[in-house]
C-alpha cells in the first residue's frame, strides 16, 4: 500500500468506535461532509 501525501487541512483520528482503525478526513472530504467507514467495525461518520 503507497503512503499518500496528507494534505494541509487533513485530520487523522482512531475510529470512535473501536479506537483500532486510524481514519483519515481531508479538508476537502470534510468541505462536502463526505461520509467515512471504518473498516476494521463498520462505524460509519462523521458522528
Ligand atoms: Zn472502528
Given at each position: 500500500?503507497?503512503?499518500?501525501?496528507?494534505?494541509?487541512?487533513t485530520?487523522?483520528?482512531?475510529?470512535?468506535?473501536?479506537?483500532?482503525?486510524?481514519?483519515?478526513?481531508?479538508?476537502?472530504?470534510?468541505?462536502?461532509?463526505?461520509?467515512?467507514?471504518?473498516?476494521?467495525?463498520?462505524?460509519?461518520?462523521?458522528?
Amino acid at each position: 500500500m503507497a503512503e499518500q501525501p496528507i494534505e494541509k487541512g487533513t485530520v487523522r483520528f482512531k475510529c470512535p468506535n473501536c479506537m483500532k482503525y486510524e481514519l483519515t478526513r481531508t479538508a476537502h472530504e470534510r468541505k462536502i461532509a463526505a461520509k467515512y467507514t471504518c473498516p476494521a467495525c463498520g462505524f460509519t461518520g462523521p458522528n
